[in-house]
């Protein structure tokens, strides 16, 4: 009987083996089964590493007995069947699996096996990938990987084609990117991320205010953004009935920031936006006196005209959103009444139900801050150049007539799911319904910012650095012995210029009259009030050394609070820390030329390497933090950072922010008013240890395209 089954695994040895058959596969013949074992003579036919095959292998024993081709029965071990075709001889461990005396074990001989510590055969044994199946082990194959295949793109949803809309997470330009929006903007298809801002409140409560600024954030956020006003296209609309219909028209709203260079308006930069014809045609009309029975609620003929006028803006808003590129469109207008909130929210739905839409409604309680933007209205195109006494007589019967039909925001619009904002008496407080979306959330944070106290915010670079001296990009040197006298002359200068400032405001204060004298550009800041004595003033550096010793003696002065940031810090240059830009542009051409073509948008290459706007991101709460504070602020920092933050306060275009002349010893002073900024600059003169006014100074492209 032994002898015939011997036989029978002998003539077996010629059949292929194939994969071991696992534990409890195995059928067991009879009560005295063969047990298949291998010596170290047969380990060395099985295959190598290298993947060449041997002959199949022969089974001897785990414990290393030469036992050659033989089987032993023992009548405690369980057997085997006899190997077929797609099947090899399970290698029964018996008392190996549960060894009492035997040294040897499974997981030692697969350590022995894996390892290839003992022995030439065993080192030769091949290591099967991490990936493959445990089937699989013993086959070693020649055949080359198949080709990967790309995935289609399909649609597993239920519906085909796709109905739902596309998620509208947040899209941070430079941050984010996506098949559909590969540099991070707001999505054409996108639609629900889109947003239509309706501006509500009574006149002289600050919406103009209000939308410039918002236009001016969103815009240096990098979302397109355009403020559509009804009552320029009203006064417009009251001289030529036909002029405000024009097919197609795009008005680019006035600048949100009025540059003033010693109290005085300058020409227009080249840096600053151009104005579209509509614009020029619109300045060349003469504003028609428009009396306060125009916007009587009774007065059905202008109610129907100014109906009509309000649809049409929005008409040319709705069209900048949907098909001329845009992100946000903000509608100026009072909109204080239910039934006109309600007409222009089912216009936009009808028009593109995904839209977003968000209410803004701005509330004044304060009587002094009322009084500041009433003497604003009298400068405006309504009353320029005309007696002011009547000018605001007349004024306060127009914001009679919208106070008998004025609804502000509240339970209908909660009610009809509506979400609203609600500013009082300019972000002294904030309340908010609905919110959805990451404009909105954003904008409501933005908002929360808002102070109209009287204050100054410096701009300047670091001094001189061992590395400005040989012209190598970032890095983190010290100043140099020019360096070291900035520092010291710019301490002097700022805190001469801080004592001015207090007795040039404490004038304004006693001087201040009202109403209005003839070509008054000044009306008083609602905090002017406040004890003046009382505001702090911040210096804020970078983490590195440069921007930190700058700042050295202002940090020995107990009437200075100095704070490092290491969101201030220079713009990473990657891989290209420490280069010059000849080095760049011999050795790495191609990096360079995408450089010059795209400032902008470019990312140095490497870890960390970073783009403008990356700049602009970090610097996002950098600047809310700057509108928050009540105090002076003054920022000593680097080239990026200070162009970001200068087209943020001067209201730059996008294409002007890289490319800003930013050099070393200029000093920039900017004071935020109610109707926009006054802005100083002034260049360090070496010679004389001190700064001297620039009084035309505008912003301009550098000269050094490299920088």
């Not at 006149?203 to 006003?229: C, E, M, V």
């Not at 036909?242 to 920031?257: I, L």
């Not at 900048?320 to 039934?339: M, P, W």
């Not at 220079?570 to 010059?580: D, V």
Request: overall charge neutral.
């Amino acid at each position: 009987m032994i002898n015939q089954r011997r036989a029978s695994l002998e003539n077996a040895a010629d059949v292929p083996r194939s994969i071991p058959t696992p534990p409890e596969q195995a059928i067991a013949v009879d009560s005295d089964p063969p047990i298949a074992t291998f010596d170290n003579d047969t380990l060395a036919l099985l295959p190598s590493r290298n993947g060449a095959s041997a002959s199949p292998p022969t089974p001897t024993s785990l414990n290393g007995d030469n036992a050659g081709a033989s089987y032993r029965s023992t009548p405690s071990q369980k057997g085997l069947a006899p190997p077929a075709l797609n099947t090899l001889p399970y290698v029964s461990l018996g008392p190996a699996a549960h060894p009492p005396t035997h040294p040897s074990s499974l997981a030692s001989a697969l350590r022995v096996l894996n390892d290839g510590h003992t022995g030439g055969a065993f080192r030769d044994f091949p290591t099967p990938s991490s990936n493959d199946s445990p089937y699989t082990k013993s086959i070693s194959s020649t055949a080359p990987g198949s080709p990967r295949i790309p995935p289609v793109r399909q649609n597993s949803g239920s519906q085909t084609p796709r109905v739902r809309p596309h998620a509208t997470t947040l899209s941070i330009p430079g941050m984010t990117r996506s098949l559909i929006s590969p540099d991070g903007k707001i999505a054409d298809r996108d639609v629900a991320a889109k947003l239509v801002i309706v501006m509500v409140g009574l006149p002289a409560r600050g919406k103009s205010y209000i939308t410039k600024k918002l236009r001016r954030y969103l815009s240096w956020q990098q979302h397109n953004t355009r403020i559509f006003n009804v009552g320029n296209r009203r006064r417009v609309a009251v001289t030529s009935p036909t002029r405000h219909r024009k097919e197609n028209s795009m008005d680019m709203p006035p600048p949100s920031a009025t540059i003033l260079v010693n109290g005085s308006q300058i020409p227009d930069s080249p840096m600053q936006k151009k104005a579209t014809p509509s614009e020029q045609d619109d300045s060349e009309s003469q504003p028609i006196d428009q009396s306060a029975k125009f916007f009587d609620p009774k007065n059905e003929q202008a109610s129907k005209l100014r109906e009509e006028i309000a649809i049409d803006t929005l008409n040319e808003l709705l069209d900048y959103l949907l098909t001329g590129g845009g992100s946000v469109g903000i509608l100026d207008a009072t909109n204080s009444t239910i039934h006109r909130r309600q007409s222009l929210f089912d216009h936009i739905k009808a028009r593109e139900p995904k839209l977003g839409i968000l209410f803004i409604e701005s509330v004044c309680k304060n009587p002094t801050l009322l009084e500041a933007n009433m003497r604003l209205k009298l400068s405006g195109p309504d009353y320029k150049d005309k007696d002011p006494v009547k000018s605001l007589a007349d004024f306060k019967e127009r914001v009679k007539a919208y106070e008998s039909a004025y609804v502000p925001l509240g339970d209908y619009e909660e009610d009809h799911e509506m979400q609203y904002i609600k500013m009082t008496d300019v972000g002294k407080k904030l309340t908010h319904f609905g919110l959805g979306g990451f404009l909105s959330s954003g904008i409501s944070h933005y908002l929360s910012s808002f102070n109209l106290s009287p204050r100054q915010i410096w701009i300047t670079r670091h001094g001189q650095s061992v590395d400005n001296q040989l012209g190598k990009i970032g890095g983190n040197s010290e100043l140099t012995d020019r360096g070291h006298f900035y520092s010291l002359a710019l301490y002097k200068f700022v805190t001469q210029k801080r004592k001015e400032w207090l007795v040039e405001q404490k004038d304004k204060i006693a001087q201040s009259s009202f109403p209005p004298l003839p070509g008054d550009q000044s009306p008083p800041y609602p905090d002017l009030n406040r004890e003046l004595d009382e505001k702090n003033f911040c210096v804020w550096t970078s983490m590195l050394m440069r921007s930190i010793q700058t700042a050295q003696h202002f940090e020995a002065d107990e009437d200075y609070d100095v704070k490092n940031w290491e969101m201030l810090n220079e713009l990473n240059a990657g891989k290209f820390e420490g280069h010059t830009y000849d080095e760049i542009a011999h050795k790495h051409k191609d990096e360079y030329t995408r450089r010059q073509m795209d400032k902008l948008h470019y990312v140095y290459p490497g870890v960390g390497g970073e783009g403008y706007l990356q700049v602009i991101s970090r610097l996002r709460d950098m600047v809310r933090e700057i509108e928050r504070i009540k105090d002076h602020v003054m920022i000593i920092g680097h080239r990026s950072v200070c162009r970001v933050l200068m087209a943020y306060f001067m209201d730059l275009t996008r294409d002007d922010i890289a490319d800003l002349d930013m050099p070393l010893g200029m000093l920039y002073a900017i004071e935020p008013k109610p109707y926009g900024i006054e802005f100083h600059a002034y260049k360090y003169n070496e010679e004389k240890g001190s700064f001297d006014e620039m009084p035309n100074y505008r912003p301009t492209t550098t000269v050094d395209r490299s920088a």
